[in-house]
Nanobody, 119 residues
Framework: HVQLVESGGGSAEAGGSLRLSCRIS????????MGWFRQAPGKERESVAR???????FYAASVKGRFTVSQDSNKSTLYLDMSNLNASDTAVYYC?????????????WGQGTQVTVSS
């Protein structure tokens, strides 16, 4: 069955950088939207960055210009490069996949990785 396994979370100071990775296994159908989502304490899960099946990339306004989402050539790993981090980026980050990029259509989730930014 499809598995998404995140890695690379941790702590950073404000203004610092982190890279998250998501290893994708057994996703035979590549016509999936892949993306990064996050959930801060007491808040709902939100989209951060997504790559649609046609290659269009969507970013949340709060991370645009600071975060970059990418995939390797065989779509087996999804990355999120985060720079100029601030305290509001503190959350559990999840890798997700679904038929469409809308959050409600994301049906496959990784276990999440914690990102903590100290000011």
């Amino acid at each position: 069955h499809v598995q998404l396994v995140e890695s690379g979370g941790g702590s950073a100071e404000a203004g610092g950088s982190l890279r998250l990775s998501c290893r994708i296994s057994e996703l035979a159908d590549t016509n999936y939207c892949m993306g990064w989502f996050r959930q801060a304490p007491g808040k709902e899960r939100e989209s951060v960055a997504r790559i649609a099946t046609g290659g269009t990339i969507f970013y949340a306004a709060s991370v645009k210009g600071r975060f970059t989402v990418s995939q390797d050539s065989n779509k087996s790993t999804l990355y999120l490069d985060m720079s100029n981090l601030n305290a509001s980026d503190t959350a559990v980050y999840y890798c997700g996949a679904g038929r469409y990029c809308s959050l409600s259509y994301i049906t496959i989730w990784g276990q999440g990785t914690q990102v903590t930014v100290s000011s």
